[in-house]
């Protein structure tokens, strides 16, 4: 089974719906990761989380929001979906006690806004 | 702040010939740097990781990275590509030492692709 998953895979929505996006984790380790990616722009940081209540903007935070619900669970939901906001995003965890700056990704959630 | 660029966003590279994938850093501190490789519809895994030591780094899959501090280049390298090593390649750098440390930043990506 994969140490990082995420839910859906793939969505198609309207704009103004709200979605959320789930990523869980089995690796145990604290902190957590959103990011978005874009042809040509690489992955940005939308979110992290050192630890349950611990929650922290990226550089590109409008418009989404998080939820840490447990240490294995980080949300991810767009309150109102915009267009722009079509990326294929992912999660990732961390654990600096594993290895400095690494990251576990998951399979990432293809969305669309239409 | 911190920054990357990936001089190059495709590289098409005929089977077994050699391939370097070109990154360059700016910081003003002293940074660890990464090479993370993205296959079609997969996540991100990292490839190898500079932290400090020998400034040749090695990874999986037969690709190494040299570390470069005074052109602040990270460029990354294999002698004999195989039709498997076709996917994105990610360079990414993260500061030393302060409470956001693995709070990575990437560059815009380098798609290689390996022609028979």
């Known amino acids: 089974d994969a140490d990082v998953t995420q839910t859906p895979r793939n969505r198609i929505t309207k704009t103004g719906k709200r979605i959320m996006l789930e990523c869980s984790q089995t690796k145990g380790h604290d902190r957590m990761y959103w990011y978005r990616q874009d042809p040509g722009l690489g992955l940005r940081l939308i979110y992290y989380?050192?630890?349950?209540?611990?929650?922290n903007k990226g550089e590109i935070s409008d418009g989404y929001s998080v939820s840490r619900q447990a240490q294995a669970k980080f949300s991810l939901s767009l309150e109102s979906a915009i267009p722009n906001q079509t990326a294929l995003y992912f999660c990732a965890t961390s654990d600096p006690g594993q290895g400095v700056g690494e990251q576990y990704f998951g399979p990432g959630t293809r969305l669309t806004v239409t | 702040a911190q920054s990357v660029t990936q001089l190059d966003s495709q590289v098409p590279v005929f089977e077994e010939a050699p391939v370097e994938l070109r990154c360059n850093y700016s910081s003003s501190v002293s940074v660890y740097l990464f090479w993370y490789v993205q296959y079609p519809n997969q996540g991100l895994q990292l490839l190898l990781k500079y932290l400090s030591g020998s400034t040749l780094v090695k990874g999986i899959n037969g690709f190494e990275a040299e570390f470069n501090k005074s052109q602040t280049s990270f460029h990354l390298r294999k002698p004999s590509v195989h039709i498997s090593d076709t996917a994105e390649y990610f360079c990414a750098v993260n500061r030393v030492g302060i409470q956001g440390a693995q709070k990575l930043v990437f560059g815009q990506g380098t798609r290689l692709t390996i022609n028979p």
């Open positions: 989380s050192f630890d349950v209540k611990d929650i």
